[in-house]
């Protein structure tokens, strides 16, 4: 279940068909679980309706190695949220990548309260907005899921961007995007928008 909490490069075709396998696995469990009324967000009435997710078509020039930067003994912070809720971050590391031409920077921040649990310790949150927010994508911004790189490289995959959760059901809670990371690009990968 997803937490709610860049070097362009081509791929030989044996690489490139695993690429397509994988974002076509990250598809259709992500669909797997808005389909099931105990693990979606969707609203009852949206359920009933619920056929699949619109997606980008899969594009390996928004899977990037990014070289990662480790920033220690940050300052936790209180990320503000779409309602009242005050969950504790920290910034973890930068990501420093090339896309399109364009040098990018994104913070990579780790949730204290998934970070105490076995399964999520690893876990971490990388939430951005980008030139298709509120035209094709939802107006709040997107998130990826990562997890604690073993060494100073981090694969940033673009076409696993999700939506928060609020995105489709307003009764959720969601991190804000930190102005921060905002990318003046337009990420035409992942999920889109989800409308009536």
Do not use: W
Request: hydrophobic fraction near 35%; charged fraction near 25%; aromatic fraction near 14%.
């Amino acid at each position: 279940m997803l937490i709610q909490g860049m070097i362009s490069m081509s791929f030989p075709v044996l690489a490139q068909k695993s690429f397509m396998e994988e974002i076509h696995a990250f598809q259709e469990e992500l669909n797997e679980e808005f389909s099931d009324p105990k693990t979606s967000p969707l609203t009852k009435d949206d359920l009933k309706k619920f056929k699949a997710l619109p997606f980008y078509s899969a594009d390996s020039t928004f899977r990037v190695n990014a070289k990662f930067v480790r920033t220690e003994n940050q300052t936790p912070f209180i990320m503000p949220t779409t309602t009242s809720r005050q969950p504790v971050y920290e910034k973890y590391g930068e990501a420093h990548f090339t896309l399109m031409g364009k040098n990018i920077v994104l913070t990579i921040y780790q949730s204290h309260d998934l970070r105490k649990t076995e399964e999520y310790k690893d876990y971490l949150f990388l939430p951005f907005t980008d030139l298709t927010n509120g035209l094709e994508t939802y107006g709040g911004g997107r998130y990826i899921g990562l997890t604690i790189p073993p060494e100073e490289e981090i694969i940033i995959d673009f076409n696993k961007a999700y939506n928060p959760y609020c995105a489709y059901n307003p009764k959720y809670s969601c991190p804000l995007v930190p102005r921060e990371n905002h990318i003046e690009l337009a990420i035409e990968a992942g999920v889109k928008k989800y409308g009536h």
